[in-house]
């Protein structure tokens, strides 16, 4: 269940469907459109392959001009036509994508979809003839990319799209054919609805392939970045609290031996269980011994240097040790960091789960009522989790009653981490329908951490590929365009004022 980028589940099509903007282009945010009519929208409203909060692919037009939805009969009404002028049909090609027309009601109904979108975020279109224009040049850019992803031999099955419906189901709270209904009421048709979504999809996959492949992060950036980012902590404040065994000047090597050996007894009592401030107390020969060791909550830069280096990689609650000082032998404990950056922090949370997989025998539908049955027994005390999770569940989990462990933030696929998130310490969620089946999930405990040091460079190396990402979208994007024969033909007809 460990999600990779490419099982990111979207929201675009169902926020074109519903009419929700899960991510606005620029000019529906108040912001000028930054764009060429060789490159088509902002990247902006491009999707990142990779982003931490998963926002989904925002694509436009329902490609299939021969099945029109509902909308295109309004759209006839919107279409400006000047008295003098001689009537047309409405639906025209616009223009030609390697000999693949556009057309006039393809546009069209790409603009009513935007407009439904930025009218729920009270947000102001840009003028109509400018507007136009950009949805055109978005649907010609959307159009090559699609062409060289058949090129590439990319394709995407009816077990694909169906999971990612299914997907988008769950993630809105509804079961499928609610959800089906709720996508018919806006006029679109479900084969149209569902085009859409196999062309995410494959626009998904191509640009993760070929997009994600251009950005690459050395490890000297990384090193730079995090070096950058723990300058910028040096204002936060940390508490140590220490236990200092002495080491007299001019003590012969075998006084020394003895002392470390001393302190090293004392660092097996507190491993024991014994606390630190109990046994600093009672040994310590610094000043602070009355207060447990605790040297109080400072900024960095009132420690010690040696202090600081001996606990950069340590968590809170770790015991650093023995550290060789000109005063002696130290041990250090990480009592505290203040949250005034939490840069390096992460979010963790304690789950397990109960996941039966769907088969010929069991639907989707029918795991969900047995899960709501097994809920129900759970929340009234009949049944224990660990126990049903040991004799039902059927991943590698079952076996520790479906412990995933400790978990930071991006480790599962968004519809499973949208509801752990959301579920108190003791929960039990409804059934969660995800690509792999149908899960129980409940939360343990939550905790705030350190990142290791580990987890500190695949945050940095992922907060670096995110800056890299548009620029390199942007320069694939074009290049793609480039290499498609486009010819425009009539211009698109301007929406009414």
Known sequence: MIRSTREMIFGGALALALGVMSCAPSWAQGMKPSMSSSQGLSSKSQPIAMDPSSQGLMKGPFKESQELSANSQALGRLVAT?????????????????????????VMIQMQQWLTQMASQKASPPPRSEFVKEVLERVITERTQLDHAREQGIKVSKEDVRQAELSLATRNGLGLEEFRQKVAQTGVSQKQFLLELQNELTLQRLREKEVNARIKVSEQEIDQYLKEIKSQDRSNQIELAQILIQVPEGATAEQEKVLLAKINALKAQITAGESFESVAKANSQSSDKAQGGHMGLKPLARYPDLFVHAVENARVGDLVGPVRSGAGFHLIKFVEQSENNALLSSNQTHVRHILLR????????????????????????????????????????????????????????????????????????????????????????????????????????????????????????????????????????????
């Open 82 to 106: 000047p008295n003098n002028a001689v009537q047309r049909p409405s639906d025209f090609i616009v223009a030609l994508v390697d000999s693949d027309p556009v057309t006039n009601q393809e």
């Open 358 to 497: 769907a088969s010929g025998q069991n639907s989707v539908n029918t795991l969900r009522v047995k899960m709501f049955e097994i809920k129900k027994r759970l929340d009234n005390k009949e049944l224990d989790f660990a126990q049903v999770a040991k004799e039902l569940s059927q991943d590698g989990t079952a076996e520790r009653g479906g412990d995933l462990g400790w978990v930071g933030s991006g480790a599962f696929v968004p519809e499973f981490e949208e509801v752990m998130n959301h579920l108190k310490v003791g929960e039990v969620s409804d059934p969660v329908v995800t690509r792999f089946g149908v899960h129980l999930i409940e939360v343990l405990e939550r905790r705030k951490n350190t990142m290791s040091p580990k987890e500190q460079r695949e945050w940095a190396r992922n907060a670096l590929r995110e800056k890299k990402y548009e620029q390199a979208y942007a320069d694939w994007a074009q290049e793609v365009r480039g290499r498609a024969f486009i010819e425009y033909r009539d211009a698109p007809e301007t929406l009414v004022n």
